[in-house]
């Protein structure tokens, strides 16, 4: 007989216009690591908040049946009382408490009613080492780089003596030595009894670390594969997810190169005004129109510190010495809107926090970064942004039931596109992309990849800045690689391979 730890039988959960779970069923085996895929808009984080009792108990249809009990959670603190953890993908850490406080947030050890701090920090230092992290307890948590609050949130999750460890999209944030590291640990924290349930959109580590792995499409669960009874693979993953074969992620795109140069960045150092470090020295690139540019490199390489240096992110980046080139003519941005007007956008690498306002819908975030083209003697005209909003909408397949929409109740793909549709609406002769493809689905990924070639063929040229290096070598017609705040390195597509992009992202003596 199975043992199974976790049952949720017939689980159906409807947002106003939308139903999220259509009968759902999701067992899970006691001691098991079991990967949660979808697309997004799926339905794979509204199951897990219905688990953790984020979503209480009246506002579902259908049963949990946790150790052979039913449950019925109205409080994410009922569902951890019995054991349950989920750590979500924005991670819930307060930069300003050090990281023992963070630790036992919410359950703090007492001793007649005040808080023990000699035994917090002594049980801290003991959770962080389970994880593998051997830092102060006493720092600050704003201290800490992203792959270690990662692994603070784990030993939060231990520290409530968690058997049923849920983690939304745990290494979309982070770069791949971290993602391995993260992902041993898993390991280990299942040998120590400990089950868990992993969302993630990428596929790679799903194939290489579950042993059980359900796949929802539209709301339903759709196929549940096991590792021990047949050969997983990414493409069968994808063919559930999808509904469809897809052999290659990467469409195909004929060159839209041209000889003309649209953009160059000349000798262009910064440092950092906060902290006084030099982040970028003597960067040279060009792009030509039509162009794709990936950029590569480790996390820190200072891909991102060019991107927001170049368009005019100027209090937060001081530039020493550079010029920039725009259609030959000299250019200097002073400020994000200054870029943007003379022709630049840049699309940020955290869409939720700086990309866009979630509280406003569709037609809102599309439009407000070029509000002079609905505009007509400083009035904006509404029916003319509800069209526009409208056409981009249909024409780069945003999924929703109109563009009233609000943003925070859409896939995070959606919400990717609607960056994107902000930024065609601005209508750039640059695109600076960074991150573009960051924490969704493969389906998703393909429609974007589909609207950059759209982009360049209609003479647009475009910066990409990615962590993954399938995806700089399958979408790039060159690339460049940083390190420490150098490019070292320059490949054309024909002879881009991820041994050569580590090695000069590595900045190694030679190629093995």
Do not use: W
């Given at each position: 007989?199975?043992?199974?730890?976790?049952?949720?039988?017939?689980?159906?959960?409807?947002?106003?216009?939308?139903?999220?779970?259509?009968?759902?069923?999701?067992?899970?085996?006691?001691?098991?690591?079991?990967?949660?895929?979808?697309?997004?808009?799926?339905?794979?984080?509204t199951l897990m908040k219905v688990l953790s009792g984020i979503h209480p108990y009246g506002s579902y249809e259908g049963d949990i049946v946790l150790n052979g009990q039913i449950m019925k959670f109205n409080t994410i603190r009922e569902s951890e009382n019995t054991g349950i953890a989920i750590i979500n993908q924005e991670l819930a850490l307060i930069p300003d408490l050090t990281v023992a406080e963070n630790i036992f947030f919410g359950h703090e050890i007492m001793k007649r009613g005040l808080v023990d701090w000699n035994e917090t920090y002594k049980q801290a230092d003991i959770y962080l080492k389970k994880v593998g992290l051997n830092i102060n307890p006493r720092s600050l948590m704003r201290d800490h780089r992203v792959g270690t609050q990662?692994?603070?949130?784990?030993?939060?999750?231990?520290?409530?003596?968690?058997?049923?460890?849920?983690?939304?999209?745990?290494?979309?944030?982070?770069?791949?030595?971290?993602?391995?590291?993260?992902?041993?640990?898993?390991?280990?924290?299942?040998?120590?009894?400990?089950?868990?349930?992993?969302?993630?959109?990428?596929?790679?580590?799903?194939?290489?670390?579950?042993?059980?792995?359900?796949?929802?499409?539209?709301?339903?669960?759709?196929?549940?594969?096991?590792?021990?009874?047949?050969e997983i693979t990414e493409n069968k993953i994808i063919k559930y997810m999808v509904g469809r074969e897809m052999d290659n992620i990467y469409p195909h795109r004929e060159s839209c190169v041209t000889d003309e140069v649209l953009f160059e960045v000349k000798d262009w150092c910064a440092y950092n005004a906060k902290s006084g470090q030099t982040v970028l020295k003597n960067i040279n690139l060009k792009v030509h129109k039509g162009e794709i540019i990936g950029m590569a490199g480790l996390m820190g390489a200072g891909r991102t510190e060019l991107a927001l240096s170049i368009f005019g992110n100027t209090p937060e980046y001081k530039i020493t010495t550079g010029e920039l080139y725009l259609e030959g003519n000299r250019v200097r941005f002073s400020s994000p809107k200054d870029a943007i007007k003379k022709g630049v956008a840049y699309a940020t690498e955290d869409r939720k926090k700086n990309g866009l306002i979630l509280i406003q819908d569709i037609k809102f975030n599309t439009s407000f970064a070029n509000l002079d083209r609905i505009r007509n003697r400083g009035v904006i005209n509404r029916n003319e942004e509800v069209v526009q909003a409208n056409k981009l909408k249909e024409s780069i397949n945003i999924k929703a039931p109109s563009v009233q929409q609000i943003l925070r109740n859409l896939s995070g793909g959606n919400q990717q596109k609607v960056v994107l549709a902000k930024w065609i609406f601005a209508t750039p002769k640059l695109m600076i992309l960074d991150e573009?493809?960051?924490?969704?689905?493969?389906?998703?990924?393909?429609?974007?990849?589909?609207?950059?070639?759209?982009?360049?063929?209609?003479?647009?040229?475009?910066?990409?800045?990615?962590?993954?290096?399938?995806?700089?070598?399958?979408?790039?017609?060159?690339?460049?690689?940083?390190?420490?705040?150098?490019?070292?390195?320059?490949?054309?597509?024909?002879?881009?391979?991820?041994?050569?992009?580590?090695?000069?992202?590595?900045?190694?003596?030679?190629?093995?």
């Open positions: 007989m199975n043992d199974y730890i976790l049952e949720m039988h017939g689980i159906s959960k409807s947002f106003p216009g939308v139903k999220a779970l259509i009968d759902v069923n999701f067992s899970v085996k006691r001691g098991e690591i079991h990967c949660l895929v979808g697309e997004n808009g799926a339905g794979k984080t990662q692994l603070v949130e784990i030993a939060k999750a231990l520290s409530k003596n968690a058997k049923l460890m849920i983690l939304d999209e745990p290494t979309s944030s982070l770069n791949e030595e971290d993602s391995a590291n993260l992902l041993r640990l898993l390991k280990e924290l299942q040998k120590q009894g400990v089950t868990i349930i992993m969302i993630s959109h990428r596929l790679k580590e799903v194939v290489s670390i579950a042993e059980t792995i359900t796949i929802l499409r539209d709301g339903a669960t759709v196929y549940t594969m096991r590792a021990d009874e047949e573009p493809t960051r924490g969704i689905d493969v389906g998703a990924k393909f429609e974007i990849y589909t609207l950059m070639n759209e982009m360049v063929k209609q003479g647009m040229s475009i910066i990409m800045i990615s962590s993954e290096l399938l995806e700089v070598i399958g979408m790039s017609d060159r690339i460049y690689v940083m390190h420490e705040g150098k490019i070292t390195g320059e490949l054309s597509k024909s002879e881009a391979t991820e041994q050569k992009i580590m090695h000069f992202a590595t900045n190694t003596e030679e190629l093995s």
